[in-house]
Antibody, heavy 125, light 110 residues
Framework: EVQLEESGGGLVHPGGSLRLSCAAS????????MNWVRQAPGKGLEWVSY????????YYADSVQGRFTISRDNTKNSLFLQIDRLRGEDTAVYFC??????????????????WGQGTLVTVSS | QSALTQPAFVSGSPGQSISISCNGT?????????VSWYQQHPGKAPKVIIY???NRPSGVSNRFSGSKSGNTASLSISGLQSEDEADYYC??????????FGGGTKLTVL
């Protein structure tokens, strides 16, 4: 079964840092692009960052550029998100999500499947 | 980055059909056939129900369908059922190398 499990969330003071992890299982992690998507409490979904299967290509949303760093370790089937200089507006559930594949064919960019259950990051003094 | 525009609320009675619109621009929906739709029940992770505008993953009911015209994408749900009550989000690829979600639509089955 394809599974993604996030960890690393918690309560952090403004200006602090946090490293989120996403453990993948049930598929060949090294062959899939990955993403982070977040959801503030009671709000909608916001795409945060993308990393290619090899890790060579990385993109960020403008709202997190310069403060967030996405990375992956294909030897450990793991995805990471380093979050620095945290702000109140970063308070959200952070989901990791794989690029979609259906019937053996990769879906276009912007298709996320499956998703993990998310990890909550709360930024507060 | 401005989000795609969706109606905040939509409702329908069991058995009826509804449609949710997702308005974008010539830099996202209008430029690419990379629109996806997600269903999210309270406290759960989102689940993809439509990808690449109109494709439905295996296991998703054929009551769900997607389409696109110009800068607007649409999700249609026929034969509404109580379990369809959820939040729905559209998502599109946006030039250059971005992904953008809609603000979300809360569907109520009356």
């Amino acid at each position: 079964e394809v599974q993604l499990e996030e960890s690393g969330g918690g309560l952090v003071h403004p200006g602090g840092s946090l490293r989120l992890s996403c453990a993948a299982s049930g598929f060949t992690f090294s062959t899939y692009e990955m993403n982070w998507v977040r959801q503030a409490p009671g709000k909608g979904l916001e795409w945060v960052s993308y990393i290619s299967s090899s890790g060579a290509t990385i993109y960020y949303a403008d709202s997190v550029q310069g403060r967030f760093t996405i990375s992956r370790d294909n030897t450990k089937n793991s995805l990471f998100l380093q979050i620095d200089r945290l702000r109140g507006e970063d308070t959200a559930v952070y989901f990791c999500a794989r690029g979609g594949e259906f019937g053996g064919f990769l879906a276009g960019p912007g298709t996320f499947d499956p998703w993990g259950q998310g990890t909550l990051v709360t930024v507060s003094s | 980055q401005s989000a795609l525009t969706q109606p905040a609320f939509v409702s329908g009675s069991p058995g009826q059909s509804i449609s949710i619109s997702c308005n974008g621009t010539s830099s996202d929906i209008g430029a690419y056939d990379y629109v996806s739709w997600y269903q999210q029940h309270p406290g759960k992770a989102p689940k993809v129900i439509i990808y690449d505008v109109s494709n439905r993953p295996s296991g998703v009911s054929n009551r769900f369908s997607g389409s696109k015209s110009g800068n607007t994408a649409s999700l249609s749900i026929s034969g509404l059922q109580s379990e369809d009550e959820a939040d729905y989000y559209c998502c599109s690829y946006r030039r250059i190398n971005r992904r953008v979600f809609g603000g979300g639509t809360k569907l109520t089955v009356l």
